[in-house]
């Protein structure tokens, strides 16, 4: 697994990016060589967060952790990955290496999502608008996150408001 280790607003300490390393060490078991993860760390006044994304084969796995302690919430990301592994572990290990989950996921059993449940369907006009217009609208209309077409490039997007502050856009790659 590649791993790349960022730091915002700080800089992480090698014995950090080593415990990184170990940690995700058991994670990789599930993914081989193949994957790709990237681990953000961020300092803040009143805390640090420690982001995990792992890419493999166009399967993403994300998890975001706060904590006083960079270490504490890197623990706690890297435990929260597991779950997600373990939770939806049926499906996942189609896409993964077969036999990864035979001897890690034993152990407390985690309920399995087998349905997923439509409560509400609804159908929204999307017009060409700027990401500006995008954000405005979305705000108005009290959203978390708001679809539409980008009047740049011409397909459909996402902006989307996140949980410590500011936006994010999701666009299809080129």
Do not use: W
Not at 2 to 20: L, Q
Not at 134 to 151: K, P, V
């Amino acid at each position: 697994m590649k791993i790349t280790i960022v730091g915002r607003k700080c800089t992480p300490r090698d014995s950090f990016k080593e415990r990184a390393e170990k940690k995700l060490a058991k994670v990789e078991k599930f993914f081989g060589d193949s994957a790709t993860a990237k681990v953000t760390a961020t300092a803040e006044k009143t805390s640090k967060i420690v982001e995990i994304t792992i890419n493999n084969e166009g399967m993403i796995f994300r998890a975001e952790e706060h904590a006083e302690d960079m270490v504490e919430a890197l623990d706690a990301c890297i435990d929260a990955l597991i779950r997600q592994i373990r939770k939806n572990k049926t499906r996942v290990e189609k896409k993964l290496r077969s036999g990864a989950f035979d001897d890690y996921l034993s152990g407390d059993p985690v309920p399995e999502e087998t349905e997923f449940e439509i409560v509400r369907t609804k159908s929204v006009p999307v017009k060409p608008q700027t990401v500006e217009e995008a954000i405005l609208q979305m705000n108005l209309l009290g959203h978390q996150f708001y679809l539409f077409t980008n009047a740049e490039t011409n397909h459909l997007a996402v902006v989307y408001r996140r949980k410590g502050q500011g936006y994010g856009l999701i666009e299809p790659e080129k």
